[in-house]
């Protein structure tokens, strides 16, 4: 009987095993990640191209850290998120961990070098232990794109220049249309101290109030009380204050209001939403910019003005939710200094990976084909044996910065080439031949309208520059790259 069990056992073990007796072993990626093919990749580098144009114009300058820090640099700056933060593996050295964020890898970076003053940038990976919804845009591996202003300066300028940052760079993407939220956390505070809730809630209180852009008003009063022990008085009196929207009207009517108005904190909080709504003004951003007392943003580091873009208009198969976030932590660099000296900050972060989710979708539903190269010219010839006069002539090429390809066969079809061309977008095709060998000249076939023309080997890379690199129109991120084709056969004839 024992024996019979064994047996199973044993039989049961092997068709765990393959065949060869190796473990099945299913290829996938790590859940909550995910690979990017060519297609997906040029789509990724036109946005950022874009968000690190924005930043450079507003004279940022660039940094990068570790991926991993001291667990002890990470832990409690992120209020409950702390429990997603991913901690490596104790090697018997240090206890480390993957970074949640850029923000907090930032601040320890300029206590360490006593750095006072910078404007940066930083785009790297960030890794959350969270519940991936990847439809969405959320991944347990994904890029942040952050800009910070560190230093003690006026009020609300370096603010005001944050919000611009996420007003121009949405507009630039074209999404749809979009709101940023506005919000100050002394003004939070501020509401729920008049609101009686015990100091000690506060930031929990505030991590509850960050999900009505995700739950009912019933259901986060519901665990205000229930969960959270705060009483029903206290949740319907913030029920009241966190359903109000405005601009810089509502900064003055709260600061009339008999309840708000006995919080010193929340008065300097409203006459700095105030201001900052002034210099939105002259920015010409205001139009889309909305005072709104139910953003809480739960990370624990923020001190002052906080904000969040979210899409209004997003594509009807795609709900991302935010797609920037950020705000004032003046207290953060302050941490990690043995004095406590305090860097005053401020920063928004542009959910990449959430833009990214959009695009994707865009580019699927529309005709035109993204380009995965940027080869500006093949290399193609008419006849055999003429694979050295290629090589020799893709090397000029490539010597002068001209992005070119060849067939890697010795007498490919010409048939072969030209439709290799087509299928990749590449504009342009050199033609040799014995006969423009003879005669110094190089055959250009234009690949969408197929016209062609002979150009002098002299010429050539003049007339390549001329027809292919990308032309900026006034007011435009976006290069004009339609192929300049006219006037190209009257330059010919007139040539000697």
Same mark, same amino acid.
């Given at each position: 009987m024992q024996i019979d069990e064994e047996v199973a056992k044993l039989l049961e073990l092997k068709a765990q095993l393959g065949d060869d007796g190796k473990t099945q072993f299913v290829l996938k990626t790590p859940k909550g990640t995910r690979?990017? @093919?060519p297609k997906q990749m040029a789509i990724r580098e036109k946005v950022f191209n874009t968000i690190i144009r924005c930043f450079k114009r507003h004279g940022a300058e660039t940094i990068d850290t570790p991926v991993f820090e001291l667990k002890e640099t990470l832990t409690g700056k992120y209020g409950e998120d702390s429990k997603l933060i991913y901690d490596l593996k104790d090697q018997g050295g240090e206890l480390l961990s993957l970074r949640y964020d850029?923000?907090?890898?930032?601040? &320890?970076?300029? #206590?360490? @070098?006593? +750095?006072?003053? *910078?404007? =940066?940038?930083? *785009? #790297?990976?960030?890794?959350r232990r969270d519940n991936p919804a990847m439809t969405r845009g959320r991944y347990r591996e994904f890029y942040q794109c952050d800009f910070d202003i560190a230093g003690q300066y006026d009020a609300m300028i370096p603010d005001a220049e944050c919000l611009k940052i996420v007003h121009e760079i949405l507009n630039e993407l074209?999404?749809?249309?979009?709101? +940023?939220?506005?919000?100050? =956390? &002394? *003004?939070?505070?501020?509401?729920?101290?008049?609101?009686?809730?015990?100091?000690?809630?506060?930031?929990? *209180?505030?991590?509850?109030?960050?999900?009505?852009?995700k739950m009912s008003w019933e259901d986060v009063k519901k665990e205000m009380v229930n969960e959270k022990g705060l009483s029903e008085e206290a949740a319907d009196q913030i029920g009241e204050y966190v359903s109000m929207?405005?601009?810089?009207?509502? #900064?003055? &009517?709260?600061?009339?209001?008999?309840?708000?108005s006995q919080s010193k904190q929340a008065c300097a909080g409203l006459s700095d939403i105030k201001l900052l709504f002034k210099y939105l003004q002259l920015f010409h951003v205001t139009d889309k910019v909305v005072f709104d007392l139910s953003l809480a943003r739960g990370l624990d580091y923020y001190t002052g003005v906080i904000y969040e873009a979210v899409l209004t208009q997003a594509e009807e198969s795609v709900s991302v939710g935010s797609v920037a976030g950020g705000g004032r932590y003046d207290g953060l660099v302050g941490?990690?200094?043995?004095?406590?000296?305090?860097?005053?900050?401020?920063?928004?972060? +542009?959910? +990449? /990976?959430?833009i990214f989710s959009i695009m994707e979708q865009k580019a699927e539903a529309s005709p035109q084909k993204v380009r995965t190269t940027e080869v500006q010219i093949m290399v193609a010839s008419a006849q055999k044996n003429l694979l050295e006069e290629r090589l020799q002539l893709i090397s000029e090429l490539w010597n002068a910065g001209i992005k070119a390809e060849l067939m890697y066969k010795k007498n490919p079809k010409l048939l072969s080439q030209l439709q290799y061309c087509e299928e990749a977008g590449i504009p342009l095709v050199a033609i040799l031949g014995e006969q423009e060998l003879k005669d110094g000249v190089v055959k250009l076939r234009v690949v969408a309208t197929r016209e062609e023309v002979d150009i002098s080997r002299a010429d050539l890379i003049s007339e390549i520059k001329r027809r292919t690199e990308p032309v900026y129109l006034m007011g435009s991120s976006e290069?004009?790259? /339609?192929?300049?084709?006219?006037?190209?056969? /009257?330059?010919?004839?007139? /040539?000697p």
């Open positions: 690979d990017y @093919n850029l923000t907090v890898p930032f601040a &320890r970076y300029l #206590a360490m @070098n006593k +750095i006072t003053n *910078i404007k =940066r940038y930083h *785009i #790297a990976k960030v890794y074209d999404l749809g249309d979009f709101r +940023i939220k506005v919000n100050d =956390r &002394r *003004i939070l505070d501020g509401m729920f101290a008049v609101c009686g809730v015990p100091d000690d809630k506060f930031r929990t *209180i505030c991590s509850t109030v960050d999900k009505l852009d929207q405005g601009g810089m009207d509502l #900064a003055e &009517r709260l600061l009339q209001d008999h309840k708000m941490m990690f200094d043995p004095k406590g000296r305090r860097v005053p900050c401020v920063g928004v972060s +542009i959910g +990449i /990976e959430r290069p004009c790259t /339609e192929f300049l084709l006219q006037s190209t056969t /009257e330059q010919v004839e007139q /040539e």
